[in-house]
């Protein structure tokens, strides 16, 4: 205990705060390592929690939820792609579109599930080493899509680094016109990057409605969309780096929220506003001390492909 | 099999176009929506569309018109200019809430006291209060290199905060009952923003929104701070040799959305809201956005647009009263307009063409 801070509680409820950031900007590097800005990931993740809740509450089973959640990520995401890739708008202007009307769609779909609360989605039982001093609650004390989170973030790591298909969606990234002239079917790689990093965010989306809040309001995502894109940057696109931003920024939400509860004289609001002047302040500090280096951001990133021949 | 060939120029004709297609297309898709939802979807668009301007209780709906169409003109024509550029400034909702902040903040440190000289003062403060917010990501930009669209998409979030904080603590009338909010600015004759002329909504948020047009539209077409402004954004590397400095663009672009976002928050705690509440803003900032583009960055684009989507408002409004539709399927119909326009906006720049393309 420090101030009235639990720092064991504090940690556990780190790794679930960071879950649904986590997650989406996984899935966003993805797509961003492909080449393409997807500024909707608010969007996809808010349609992802109100689907997944949906889902998890007719059918009655979370599972489901977090598979309709991730659904619906991907389907808004296809339509980015299918702006973007195929009617070559504008990626930044197509982003604030899928935002907005993720936004509105999920407001229209959530009115009937105001004040339900979703089936329970139980903490995995490891036995006896949840009793662990310590590491039991920091470690073996979570529901399984805290763990496949982690997973994920492995397999992207490793997907990206030593496999072929890996190789080919980075070069699609760094040159699309070299990727099509060599062969690669750059639109593909695109679409399914996209669509990878929609099913992410609307698996991150659901994870906040059907266990972090458990409840379904509107607007419910506050923002953590625009965090996981900034996450990325702050993590150079380095899916390992990604790890330690969005457990960072779950950090500086858990401590707030345990501030808030340990009776601290600061207005709520102002407490609340911590994630958001951190997201600005790390942003600062990264791109600072970036701005000589080597430009980590993929070369084509943000750029129209149309292939002239 | 169908390709695509990019135009050399950009097809003028299509430019005209592609808005009004997409304005289709959106009824269409939208009739589809309310037919999911149960609603006679011609009767829906009926009342959205038409009823407000030409229905039996349209005298009434028209003075909205502008109340609505005001502020959204006003932060769209300041968010075109740094879109033409290349800059994306999306926090202006959270220049809004901090104009609505600074210029209520000045009225309520002068309560009870009566003066000409108060609302011009509220002005210059909401003004300086957008503008601030808006330099915020400029100076980050200009120094550190931090992206202007996370940045001013954060401060959108502190700025709500903010907002909360002042309705419930400094900000709150003090002769509210414990109620959060603050006095209310329309029983304040010296702070008022008031109708101008009876039952048309014109107010001077109104007025400001037609002179910012005006402005824009000299700035863009006539002045060569606006040319700089084209080049940078269509062509940075001809930019750049022909001496424009970036830093400067990126500092006018995104103080001038700032400002006039602040004047539109202003304006509206100051007119039609009147109070401070933790939930005054209406996502003005957002669907600016939408505005901006509908109206293809070009001022009296922007006019027109502005008041379309202030009737999809009204019309969301009335058709909530009188057929139940969800206010959310409003948002969604205007979303679903931002994806037709930028799916058109294809013609614009590219035409078909039968058989493969050669090289």
Redesign the interface.
Known sequence: MIGGIDIVTLVAALMAASTPVLLAATGELVAEKAGVLN?GVEGMMILGAVAGFATAVTTGSPVLGFLGGALAGAVLAG?FAL?TQF????Q???G??LT??????S??FG?GFEGVRPPPTPKLDFGPLSDLPVLGPILFHHDWIVYLSLLLVLATWAFLKFSRAGLVLRAVGENDDAAHALGYRVIAVRFAALAFGGALAGLGGAYLSLVRVPQWT?GMT??AG??A??IV?FASWKPERVLIGAYLFGGITALQLQLQAAGYAI?V??L??AP??I??LV??IL??T??HGAPAAPAALGRSF?A?? | MITLVKRPTPSRGWAFATPVLAVIATMIAGGALFAALGKDPIAAIKVIFWDPLLGPNAAYFRGQLLVKAGPLILIASGLAVGFRAGIWNIGAEGQYIMGALAGASVALAAYPAESHLLFPAMVIAGALGGWLWGMIPAVLKVFFGTSEILVSLMLVYVAQNFLAYAAFGPLKNPEGFGFPGSRNLQQYASAHNPELIAGTGMHWGVVAAFLAVIAIYVLMQRHILGFRIRVAGEAPRAARFAGVLPARLVMFCLGLSGALAGLAGLFEVAGPNGQITDSFNAGYGFTAIIVAFLGRLNALGILLAGLLMALTYIGGDMAQLMLGLPTAAIQVFQGMLLFFLLGFDLLTHYRFRLGRARA
């Open positions: 500024l339509l702006l009617l070559l708008s504008n930044t202007a197509t604030l579109a907005l009307f993720g936004l509105g769609l407001a229209l009115k509107e506050a923002g625009w965090i894109l900034a940057v207005p609001h102002l609340s506003m958001y002047v997201t600005v942003l600062v791109s600072a970036h701005r149309h002239s021949s």
